[in-house]
């Protein structure tokens, strides 16, 4: 099962997802003969949901009546990002040997080492599937791209070990973690030890730099996390090409090691870190009107085009 947040008539909704359409959830319930909370928070109907085990339902139901269901096609819907408001927006950096070295770093061993974990405010960075991803006014010439999985938490999770961590899984998702690679605020300043650290932290922060989307697909439906092909595209040339099972830290183990010091709340996202192929690697940066499409195999295309800020 594949949810998605949709707007109609001005107005959020809930919907199955398809790469070809949405189907409204209230509608197909009402078809089905299901009742379903009248709300467009995913979370109902994920793991651990009030609405999830009638979600589930509507969806046998659905198979049986595709045809029958009320629809409108993606490339007509206006897809909203499928958790508005995440408390944290939680991302790692160098979790991908590959990505490691192409950006002139060294690769270590899972046991020799530990996740780097930093945040994006979700209340500013957060873009949607088919929205514009501003280029800064401030800093527009080394605008990146990153293809990672996001997961998506389902109930609260704090000290959790990495056999259990999965149970805490609503869903997951694709996160497009859109990167400033040379941001250098104030370029007059006088050096400090840690201005590297900072500048490529407050390159993470931009306006509408974080598209999540286009859907959540439920646990059911991706078994394996590690075993997830990803691609990501600028106007259709493949740059990124790899498999979450290239992974330094699995989504399990990142979830015992921040939940260790962290408590998860449900709607909080993991954006578990990008693959080798990114722009800045080979000299090439995002322009206005570029179209980006980061796919992952199981889940979807979170397509989006650049534009000027």
Same mark, same amino acid.
């Given at each position: ?155 609260? %999770?704090? +000290? *959790?070990?990495? @056999? ?6 609503? /869903?997951?998702? !694709?996160?497009?973690? &859109? ?95 990008? %693959?080798? +192929? *990114?722009?800045? @690697? ?6 206005? /009107?570029?179209? !980006?499409?980061?796919? &992952? ?13």
């Amino acid at each position: 099962m594949k949810l998605c947040r949709y707007e109609q008539n001005g107005q959020a909704r809930a919907g199955f997802f398809t790469s070809e359409k949405v189907i409204p959830l209230s509608t197909a319930a009402k078809s089905a003969g299901e009742s379903l909370p009248d709300t467009d928070d995913l979370l109902e109907f994920l793991p651990n949901g009030a609405g999830r085990e009638a979600a589930l339902r509507v969806e046998i139901w659905l198979q049986a009546n595709a045809e029958a269901a009320a629809s409108l096609s993606v490339a007509d819907a206006k897809i909203l990002t499928p958790i508005p408001r995440p408390n944290k927006l939680l991302l790692l950096a160098g979790n991908y040997a590959k990505h490691i070295e192409e950006s002139g770093g060294i690769a270590v061993e899972r046991a020799r080492t530990f996740p780097y974990v930093f945040m994006k405010p979700p209340s500013t960075t957060l873009n949607r599937h088919g929205g514009g991803i501003p280029i800064p006014a401030i800093s527009p010439d080394h605008i990146d791209w990153e293809c990672e999985l996001g997961v998506v938490i389902g109930k609260r %999770a704090k +000290g *959790v070990s990495e @056999a259990d961590a999965l149970d805490f899984v609503a /869903g997951y998702t !694709v996160v497009n973690d &859109i990167s400033d690679r040379g941001f250098r605020p104030n370029p007059n300043r006088d050096p400090r030890a840690r201005d590297p650290f900072f500048d490529w932290q407050h390159g993470k922060w931009h306006d509408g730099s974080c598209p999540v989307g286009p859907c959540i697909a439920c646990p059911e439906s991706i078994p394996d996390p590690q075993a997830l092909p990803l691609k990501l595209s600028v106007n259709s040339t493949v740059h990124q090409d790899a498999n979450t099972a290239m992974q330094i830290f699995p989504v399990a183990a990142v979830i015992e090691f921040v939940s260790a010091f962290v408590t998860l709340e449900p709607g909080d996202i993991i954006s578990t870190g990008t %693959a080798a +192929g *990114v722009g800045h @690697a080979k000299g090439v940066h995002l322009q206005p /009107g570029d179209v !980006v499409e980061a796919s &992952i195999d199981g889940i979807g295309v979170l397509k989006n085009k650049m534009v000027s800020e």
